[in-house]
């Protein structure tokens, strides 16, 4: 009896590995490649010296948690354009890379300023130099810029930006987070991060674990709702917290991308369990509202109700909720109940949007095209549009042209085009080829061309902008997002030559002496003394992207967040 105590006693206090009782792997090295099914026991952080959010008590916590579908996926229909069927013509690709070298240069020289006067801080003011916190001061512009770098070829400078990273302390402090801007910018920059190593860097991953475990304490309420206007110091005291009673439905729904991935990666079904439910309100209520198909973008979450006010839009407030639906059905590879709820969520509300949130502008070139405006119910029941075009909508091109492809809509394509290309007009007619921020247009009757006459030329302030209504430009990348996916999608090189110039006009007239900065009115050019995290972490990426090489980053083996952050998809089989 005594020589077999002795025998478990030095089994359990040594690391010796015996080949009869072999080792569980430690983390991080448990991860080698990026799993193609989720990690089973399930990976948790150590939060070595760290706050760890898993030990604070929830007041409403969940026995059961939804398990991710099986880990064998049908093929997902083809999304992108064969280009090894199309011969590219030498001049075309010296000329491709020279653009896509010149992104790059500027990527790099607004990556030198942030270095050099804003490290590890939100934001660089590229005026002055000075430095500004917008969101949690953890280094927004830092983490969102992570798979920019390596997307690049920076290499040295993401390993330098990691090390940097991984002093990020996310324990709670005074003031209240936007939690959304914390799930686009920090976890979902995490998460692509990591996936870009083929999952090998393990201080990414305790990084992501770290951030995920506060994130998910936002979900702490009566109904799982989250708060997405969150007090992390309120919650780690133990303090109860609500979900708003007047909330965003932007806020609400889009949060699945990120969160899904994590379980995927992780094993931890908490994250998914809890973006199952969000799915599930979603879907019930999603034919209920006062345009059936759409949600409108205020919504009571503390209920919740998504049925009560009467705005409808794609733009502010509202766009990923959308957006989310295809692309998570994609993260999904079109498996299990939840991903056939995203599946029939994004036709019906693309349905709805095409009925009902679509116009034709007036130009004077009778351009074929489309436009996204915010549409109100009124008392009667009808629709109300305000044609009140965003460039915050401009995403929505490349939305329809994804959905397209994955639920094999084609008509979608058509209109994803359209969208992009009443983008595309919007930047070459505009003052200083730049699309400003928001601007009234002078709809169409229908979807057919109409008559652009001299009442409807005297009624504008320019031709084919009825009115400028805010003429910023800050630095948004949503009109080359759309463009990026429709050349990705067709395959067609006029989208290269169109985004050239669009950089050119942006490079040109956002630079100064240390990296690029918003316009305060595209008319006039007055610069603002602002650079937000998206300029590095979406706008060039996705110029550098269209000039790419078309397997880097594919969009039948990546999908990509709100914030442009690429999430591998899962092998399929």
């Known amino acids: 009896m005594l020589v077999v105590f002795a025998f478990l006693f030095l089994l359990l206090r040594t690391e010796v590995t015996f080949w009869i009782l072999p080792r569980p792997p ?8 990026c799993p193609t099914s989720p990690p089973y026991p399930s990976i948790i952080s150590p939060s070595p010296g760290r706050f760890n959010w898993r030990n604070i008590t929830q007041h409403y916590p969940v026995d059961i948690f939804a398990e991710l579908p099986a880990t064998r996926f049908p093929k997902l229909p083809r999304v992108q354009f064969d280009f090894e069927e199309d011969e590219t013509p030498l001049y075309h690709e010296l000329m491709r890379k ?5 992104v790059k240069t500027t990527f790099e020289r607004s990556w030198k ?41 920076l290499r040295d400078g993401f390993n330098e930006a990691v090390q940097a990273v991984t002093e990020i302390d996310f324990s709670p402090e005074d003031g209240e987070l936007n939690m959304f801007e914390t799930t686009i910018r920090y976890l979902g920059g995490l998460l692509a991060a990591y996936d870009l190593t083929d999952c090998k860097d393990g201080r990414l991953l305790e990084k992501v674990m770290e951030l995920g475990d506060m994130i998910y ?34 806020e609400l729904a889009s949060f699945s991308l990120e969160f899904t991935r994590l379980s995927q ?21 999603q034919n209920s509202t006062k345009i059936s198909g ?98 915050l909508a401009c995403f929505a091109g490349g939305m329809l042209a994804l959905g397209s492809k994955l639920l094999g809509n084609t008509s979608h394509l058509d209109y994803g085009r359209k969208v992009t290309e009443a983008c595309i007009w919007s930047y070459t007619h505009a003052p200083n080829g730049i699309m ?13 061309p109409c008559d652009y006459d001299q009442q409807t030329s005297e009624r504008q302030q320019f031709p084919g902008f009825e009115q400028v209504t805010d003429a910023r430009y800050m630095l948004r990348p949503e009109a080359i997002e759309s463009m990026f996916y429709m050349y990705r999608i067709t395959g067609e090189r006029r989208y290269q030559d169109i985004a050239w110039s669009m950089f050119e006009a942006i490079e040109k007239r956002t630079r100064t002496g240390l990296a690029n900065a918003a316009i305060k009115d595209t008319s006039e050019l007055e610069l ?9 972490a979406e706008t060039l990426k996705y110029f550098y992207l269209i000039f790419s090489e078309p397997e880097l980053l594919s969009l039948d083996e990546w999908v990509f967040n709100t914030e442009a952050h690429p999430f591998r998809l899962r092998a399929q089989t």
């Open 26 to 33: 430690r983390f991080p090295s448990a991860q080698t490649l």
């Open 98 to 102: 020279r653009r896509q070298a010149a």
């Open 113 to 153: 300023a942030y270095k050099d006067y804003a490290w590890k801080q939100d934001e660089l003011l590229p005026i002055s130099g000075g430095l500004k916190t917008t969101f949690g001061g953890w280094g927004a512009t830092l983490v969102d810029s992570l798979d920019t770098l390596w997307v690049m070829g």
């Open 217 to 250: 304490m936002s979900f702490d309420t009566p109904n799982r709702m989250p708060i997405t206007r969150w007090s992390a110091k309120k919650a780690a005291a133990g303090e109860p917290q609500s979900a708003a009673a007047q909330g965003i439905i932007a």
């Open 265 to 285: 990666l992780t094993g931890d079904m908490r994250y998914y369990d809890a973006v199952t439910r969000i799915t599930a309100v979603l879907a019930e209520q």
């Open 294 to 391: 759409l949600w409108p973008v205020g919504v009571n979450v503390q209920k919740p109700d998504l049925t009560t006010d009467n705005l409808f839009s794609l733009g502010t407030m509202a766009d990923s909720a959308y957006e989310y639906l295809g692309k998570t059905y994609q993260l999904l590879h079109s498996t299990g109940a939840t991903a056939s709820q995203y599946a029939n969520m994004y036709s019906s509300a693309m349905d709805a949007v095409i009925t009902h949130l679509l116009f034709r502008p007036k130009t004077p070139d009778n351009a074929d095209i489309l436009m996204p405006a915010a549409g109100r119910v009124n008392d009667r029941g009808t629709v109300d549009l305000d044609h009140t075009a965003q460039h």
């Open 436 to 448: 400003p921020e928001m601007f009234r247009m002078t709809p169409c009757p229908t979807h057919e």
């Open 528 to 536: 603002e003394d602002s650079m937000e995290s998206f300029w590095m």
